[in-house]
């Protein structure tokens, strides 16, 4: 395994988990709208909330998408092809989302209103939820064959352990979203966002308990990589402390750093899980390492110069945004619904 195929699965992982990080806290925003929005003013308000980045968060997962197509072309190739359905759904779930907000924005009528403010919710629940399955499934096995293509069944996809990783996934968003809008709102959004997650955290480290089950029993990770993955699952939980102390010491700021620093800590798990392979196989010999899944030498050494002067122009333009759109969101300054 070469420096540049192991920087560009670092860099694979990097992109996921600011995606996770950024995207994360809008699906936990979508999904708030049926959790603490009492009208469809307040609807208007988490939306506006989000309306600057949500487009441009969902930009670092087609980046990380077109990074594995062109440095891990193998990788790409037996994971699309072979979660073509639950990749197809979570596409379809994000243009719900992605259309959900120009659609209510010119609906006339409380009823398309509300169809539209539905839309966000489902398909911000349903995109993490899928990723999350997905996710989990990749470093579970699945039973590849030798040209690396998944012959699996209905049960390879859903099962036990891909149904808790989507939950846990779609948790943390939620959790990380209600956090985002105690940063962002005033009055009783935020103060109800604060007593739901007093609520849901408990209920998380219950999560925490039964992926990490599932985790020893489900795969290879506490026996290829017993240090690393004891160290990465111990940070997860103590990460969630410190965003449940947050919540409960009203500190919004800590509480939404842990909360999103949680997603990365999973997505740094599961990558851990699977170096120095990019497919688990049911059979070991299927499996799909990095040195086999890599692009050329000369290919990855272009992409890295190009990276390392388009990533820092994104990356300023991403911190601009958020500068430009750093005040609280306040009911004054949502247009009531007619």
Request: hydrophobic share 55%; glycine share 10%.
């Given at each position: 395994?070469?420096?540049l195929q192991l920087?560009?699965?670092?860099?694979?992982?990097?992109?996921?988990?600011?995606?996770?990080?950024?995207?994360?806290?809008?699906?936990?925003?979508?999904?708030?709208?049926?959790?603490?929005?009492?009208?469809?003013?307040?609807?208007?308000?988490?939306?506006?909330?989000?309306?600057?980045?949500?487009?441009?968060?969902?930009?670092?997962?087609?980046?990380?998408?077109?990074?594995?197509?062109?440095?891990?072309?193998?990788?790409?190739?037996?994971?699309?092809?072979?979660?073509?359905?639950?990749?197809?759904?979570?596409?379809?779930?994000?243009?719900?989302?992605?259309?959900?907000?120009?659609?209510?924005?010119?609906?006339?009528?409380?009823?398309?209103?509300?169809?539209?403010?539905?839309?966000?919710?489902?398909?911000?629940?349903?995109?993490?939820?899928?990723?999350?399955?997905?996710?989990?499934?990749?470093?579970?096995?699945?039973?590849?064959?030798?040209?690396?293509n998944i012959r699996?069944?209905?049960?390879?996809?859903?099962?036990?352990?891909?149904?808790?990783?989507?939950?846990?996934?779609?948790?943390?968003?939620?959790?990380?979203?209600?956090?985002?809008?105690?940063?962002?709102?005033?009055?009783?959004?935020?103060?109800?966002?604060?007593?739901?997650?007093?609520?849901?955290?408990?209920?998380?480290?219950?999560?925490?308990?039964?992926?990490?089950?599932?985790?020893?029993?489900?795969?290879?990770?506490?026996?290829?990589?017993?240090?690393?993955?004891?160290?990465?699952?111990?940070?997860?939980?103590?990460?969630?402390?410190?965003?449940?102390?947050?919540a409960y010491r009203?500190?919004?700021?800590?509480?939404?750093?842990?909360?999103?620093?949680?997603?990365?800590?999973?997505?740094?798990?599961?990558?851990?899980?699977?170096?120095?392979?990019?497919?688990?196989?049911?059979?070991?010999?299927?499996?799909?390492?990095?040195?086999?899944?890599?692009?050329?030498?000369?290919?990855?050494?272009?992409?890295?110069?190009?990276?390392?002067?388009?990533?820092?122009?994104?990356?300023?333009?991403?911190?601009?945004?958020?500068?430009?759109?750093?005040?609280?969101?306040?009911?004054?300054?949502?247009?009531?619904?007619?």
């Amino acid at each position: 395994m070469s420096s540049l195929q192991l920087l560009w699965f670092f860099l694979i992982g990097l992109l996921f988990s600011v995606f996770f990080f950024l995207e994360g806290f809008d699906y936990g925003v979508g999904m708030s709208l049926r959790v603490i929005a009492r009208n469809e003013r307040e609807r208007g308000e988490l939306m506006q909330a989000i309306g600057p980045h949500w487009d441009g968060n969902e930009v670092w997962l087609i980046t990380a998408g077109g990074a594995m197509f062109a440095s891990f072309p193998y990788w790409y190739a037996s994971l699309f092809s072979g979660f073509y359905i639950i990749l197809f759904l979570t596409l379809f779930a994000l243009i719900l989302r992605g259309v959900s907000f120009e659609f209510r924005a010119h609906a006339l009528s409380a009823v398309g209103k509300k169809l539209w403010g539905w839309t966000l919710t489902i398909g911000s629940l349903c995109a993490p939820f899928l990723l999350g399955m997905m996710f989990t499934d990749l470093v579970k096995g699945m039973p590849l064959d030798a040209a690396g293509n998944i012959r699996g069944g209905f049960g390879d996809y859903v099962n036990l352990f891909s149904i808790v990783g989507g939950v846990a996934v779609t948790l943390l968003c939620l959790l990380h979203g209600l956090n985002f809008i105690r940063l962002k709102l005033t009055g009783d959004l935020r103060q109800r966002a604060q007593t739901v997650t007093k609520v849901l955290y408990p209920v998380l480290f219950v999560g925490l308990v039964v992926f990490a089950g599932l985790l020893m029993w489900q795969t290879d990770f506490f026996t290829a990589r017993p240090v690393s993955s004891w160290i990465l699952l111990v940070l997860i939980v103590l990460l969630s402390v410190i965003a449940t102390f947050g919540a409960y010491r009203d500190k919004e700021v800590l509480s939404f750093i842990a909360s999103g620093a949680t997603l990365i800590g999973v997505v740094a798990l599961l990558f851990n899980g699977l170096f120095p392979r990019v497919m688990v196989g049911n059979n070991p010999l299927h499996s799909i390492l990095i040195e086999n899944a890599a692009s050329t030498e000369y290919t990855l050494g272009v992409m890295t110069i190009v990276a390392a002067i388009l990533v820092p122009i994104v990356l300023a333009y991403t911190i601009w945004s958020y500068f430009v759109f750093n005040q609280r969101v306040r009911t004054k300054k949502v247009v009531s619904d007619k």
